[in-house]
């Protein structure tokens, strides 16, 4: 009995199976299924992109850009005074050429954090480019320009470094002033100064002056038999304190 009952549902079971739908295999596209390739993201560049940045103001920007300032004013024989700032950039150079390659050169592709300076002269505008305020050189279509000679030394004595900057402009203003070329200036002696007042020691009467210490230099040139004394800040401003002789 349990026999029969056993073949009859195997029976029934295949008779359901032949009345269903077919099952078929899904077809093949051809295609496979994408595997998700991990990506990588570069890290983005820290500070400003080259050409643009946080631009300094105010008296800080004439500071920074003083070794510029006094390059400029030598190459083109005008006073520091009328050197305008046109802005100070810091900013970040996409390479070690640092914005100013060189035709035919290979720099080193790597990030510098740098500074832009851009200067006003007789009507035309000038860029320096550097890693900071100490090393900034003129860029010009080629690309670095060569520094302008350096103001002659003290025969026998230096000075620091800070005040170099001062003391080329200050030969720069004198050279021109006397229609003789940098290289004709001894720079006689360079001392350091803390002025009482905004007027660097060489007030004039009846003018008005802020009553605040400011630290420069007092810079003697000779030129022949004529002596000029300067008075400075450190930051590039100067004035013609006296002269003697010739």
Not at 70 to 98: C, F, H, M, N, Y
Not at 100 to 128: D, H, S, W
Not at 144 to 164: I, S
Request: hydrophobic residues 40%; aromatic residues 6%; charged residues 15%.
């Amino acid at each position: 009995m349990l026999a029969k009952w056993t073949t009859a549902v195997a029976f029934s079971a295949l008779l359901l199976a032949a009345c269903g739908p077919a099952l078929t295999p899904a077809p093949s596209t051809g295609f496979q299924s994408p595997v998700e390739q991990p990506t990588m993201t570069l890290p983005e560049a820290s500070g400003a992109a080259a050409g643009a940045g946080r631009e300094v103001q105010g008296p800080q920007a004439r500071s920074q850009a003083a070794v510029a300032i006094a390059d400029l004013s030598a190459r083109l024989g005008v006073p520091a005074e009328q050197i305008k700032v046109v802005e100070v950039l810091e900013v970040t150079w996409p390479d070690a050429s640092l914005g100013c390659p060189q035709p035919g050169m290979m720099y080193a592709q790597v990030i510098v954090e740098g500074l832009k300076v851009v200067l006003e002269a007789n009507g035309r505008t000038y860029a320096y480019h550097g890693r900071s305020p100490n090393d900034l050189f003129l860029c010009g279509p080629e690309g670095p320009m060569p520094a302008a000679p350096p103001a002659r030394r003290p025969a026998g004595q230096g000075f620091d470094a800070e005040a170099q900057p001062v003391v080329d402009a200050v030969v720069a203003d004198m050279a021109q002033q006397l229609g003789l070329k940098a290289e004709q200036i001894e720079v006689a002696s360079v001392q350091r100064k803390q002025w009482p007042t905004s007027g660097l020691g060489c007030e004039k009467p009846g003018e008005m002056y802020l009553q605040v210490i400011t630290p420069g230099y007092q810079i003697t040139l000779k030129a022949g038999d004529a002596v000029f004394t300067y008075h400075t800040d450190r930051q590039g401003r100067f004035v013609l304190c006296s002269k003697a002789g010739r």
